[in-house]
């Protein structure tokens, strides 16, 4: 071989492979498709896109629903709350109710009871009948009052509203017994006493009701949280000198004979008017000047009235009338029981006062009525110059 052809192999053989790594290094080839689905180009297949972790997905969807699942325990444990709630008050509402119907009754059948005591002519037998009949009633609230469920918290509380008709009963009952026991004595004084004791019951009945029964409960049902639900009040003595001991000896003189059957009763008997008073700015009326008088809801007149003799008045009246143009305004009480020398007042109130009453001159006029042998009326009635005028 020529040396020519020895040089142009050597060319060859060391040149081609340096030209081939050369370019390699040089250029870089595409990123081919990496699909191995014979794409287009069937090059190499594309990257797939990048995706969260495999474990965050379940994850994240098992924290949504233990979520869900809270929210939704939260919204029942707040509605079953409600539901509680409501149903409480409802137990609380129905349990007043029917005490409220005890307490109403007991309550009109201890203005009847007050009544019947200064009712005139009154006798004897017929007020131990009277008294018996209530005690039958006060019997029978006491039954029905025993046949209530009270909510769990009230059972030993209800116990002392039984305790006190209980009492009610009781004493009327035993005021009847005395007063037919007593029927011979001729002691009125004694006989009093007696039926004095019996009484206390009535009054003791009272405070069972509002120290130990109403109190607690009220409190008891501020303590759960049930509003709205009121406890009824029921007081059987409004008038505590109706059965103090004068006043019972001063009964039984009449229902055994006495001044009550007719004819001029002994002592000095007499009664007067002493103030009326405006409530509630506090002003009291005066025959010399006129008064401006504020109207608001509450206007009210407090007549204070004094026995002015030695012996106890029984149904005094008192009688109010206001005249401010067109009809006059006539409001009517009555004073059950008054002892000699001591005073009692009565309020008027709930005024429809037409417009004409203000800004023009009105009357009030009082009038205290006389009592059975009473000599002097002088200071009986009084009559007042009063402004009306908006609060």
């Keep these: 071989m020529s040396t020519y052809d020895d040089d142009d192999i050597e060319f060859d053989f060391f040149d081609e492979p340096e030209t081939v790594e050369a370019t390699q290094r040089g ?12 794409g287009a180009g069937g090059g190499w297949p594309r990257r797939p896109p990048m995706r969260a972790p495999t474990g ?14 809270i929210a939704i325990v939260v919204a029942l444990v707040f509605w079953v709350g409600a539901c509680q709630g409501k149903s409480k008050h409802d137990d609380y509402a129905s349990y007043a109710a029917k005490v409220k119907t005890i307490a109403q009754s007991s309550t009109q059948l201890s203005v009847e009871f007050a009544n019947k005591l200064v009712s005139p002519g009154l006798k004897a037998a017929d ?7 209530y005690a039958q009633q006060e019997q029978q609230a006491f039954d029905q009052a025993q046949h209530i469920r009270p909510p769990g918290p009230l059972r030993q509380i209800h116990q002392h509203l ?9 004493g009327l009952a035993g005021l009847g017994d005395a007063l037919s026991q007593t029927a011979s004595t001729k002691d009125a004084a004694t006989a009093a006493q007696k039926l004095a004791d019996r009484a206390a019951l009535l009054t003791a009945s009272d405070v069972v009701w509002d120290e130990l029964y ?12 049930v509003t709205g639900v009121v406890i009824p009040e029921s007081h059987f003595v409004s008038n505590p000198e109706l059965l103090s001991l004068r006043s019972l000896t001063v009964l039984l003189t009449q229902i055994r004979g006495g001044a009550s059957t007719g004819g001029t009763p002994g002592g000095k008997h007499g009664d007067g008017l002493v103030s009326v008073k405006v409530e509630p700015q506090g002003d009291t009326l005066t025959t010399d000047t006129a008064t ?20 106890q008045e029984i149904n005094v009246p008192v009688t109010l009338t206001i005249d401010a143009g067109g009809k006059p305004i006539v409001n009517r009480k009555t004073i059950q ?3 000699a020398a001591q005073q009692e ?21 009082v009038e205290v009525g006389a009592v059975a042998g009473e000599i002097n009326t002088a200071n009986n009635a009084a009559s007042y110059t009063v402004f009306f005028t908006l609060s």
């Design 127 to 133: 007020l131990e009948t009277s008294l018996q009949q």
């Design 292 to 311: 401006t008088v504020k109207v608001s809801a509450d206007l009210s007149f407090v007549v204070t009235v004094e026995d002015s003799g030695d012996s």
């Design 162 to 170: 039984i305790d006190s008709l209980e009492l009610r009963a009781r």
């Design 27 to 38: 250029r870089r080839l595409p990123r081919r498709d990496r699909r191995g689905d014979g």
């Design 345 to 365: 007042t009565v309020t008027f109130g709930n005024f429809n006062l037409p417009t004409s009453a203000f800004g023009a001159k009105a009357t009030v006029k």
């Design 214 to 225: 109403k109190a607690p409960a009220s409190q008891e049902l501020s303590t759960l949280g």
């Design 337 to 339: 029981v008054i002892q």
């Design 56 to 69: 965050l997905i379940p994850l994240a969807r098992l924290v949504g629903l233990i979520a869900i699942a």
